[in-house]
């Protein structure tokens, strides 16, 4: 009789987990059929990071992750959603179900990497030392007793915490909320120098190449992802699949020479 009951047991335990098994596959394959159903997916963004996502002058946002969520939702049959987010945040207002995504720049990282998922990197990125055109400053070493300025939560903040004997050798750290407020204090004279995504720093400086250049010497590479919650594998499927699908047919690099002048999507 107890061997019955023992096995009766086992049975009911391992048809429980089984169905547990199936129910959190279903929930986790339900991701991008969500996303159809609901015609749209929202992008979190920082709306202050030019050339990757920013207000124009019509006040639209708009830049080079802007075209390609756009074009990835378009070809996914839905619309893309953009909605600026505390930067610092962005991750929890993923996982909270603010957003369906963070497409804006954001370097695929080991801390981040236990929080959310990733797609496919997409781009590849350095973090380099901007600095104002007379500057004297010429490599990391010249930062010793020098303000630097970052962006709160960055991965230019990830990328100095790795140096810790830059850090101790600074007079101080200087912290944003976006980068434009950074180099607008470094144009004033107000810090000495702004860590930034290469990608940006490159950008500000065309529009003023008298007033800041960029320093040959890096803090450290990196690859950008788009954010995706850790569940929603299927929805990751098809949005790996679009990239994949843009960078073979020429979009992507259509859309990157817009924004930089030459093909630079990985």
Known sequence: MKKKFSLLALVIFMLSIFTVGCASKNKADNSLEEIKNKGEFIVGLDDNLPPMGFRGENGQI?????????????????????????????VLSLNN???????????????????????KPYLENRQVLVVKSDS??????????KVLGIQLGSSSEIALNS????????????????????????????????LVDEVVGRYYISKQPNVYKVLSEDLGKELYGVGIRKNDKTFK???????????????AAKI??????????K
């Open 62 to 90: 708009v830049g080079f992750d802007i075209d390609l969520a756009n074009e990835a939702a378009k070809r996914m049959g839905v619309k893309a959603v953009f909605k600026p987010v505390d930067w610092d945040g962005v």
């Open 97 to 119: 179900k603010d957003i369906d995504v963070i497409w804006n720049g954001l370097t695929i990282t080991e801390k981040r990497q236990k929080q959310i998922d990733f797609s």
């Open 136 to 145: 004297t400053i010429k490599n990391e070493k010249d930062l010793k007793d």
């Open 163 to 194: 140096k810790p004997d830059v850090v101790k050798s600074l007079k101080e750290v200087r912290k944003f909320s976006n980068n434009t407020e950074a180099l607008m204090d470094l144009k004033a004279s107000r810090v000495d120098a702004v």
């Open 237 to 251: 499927e098809e949005l790996d699949k679009v990239l994949d699908e843009m960078k073979k047919d020429g979009t």
């Open 256 to 265: 990157s020479e817009k924004w930089f002048g030459e093909n630079i999507v």
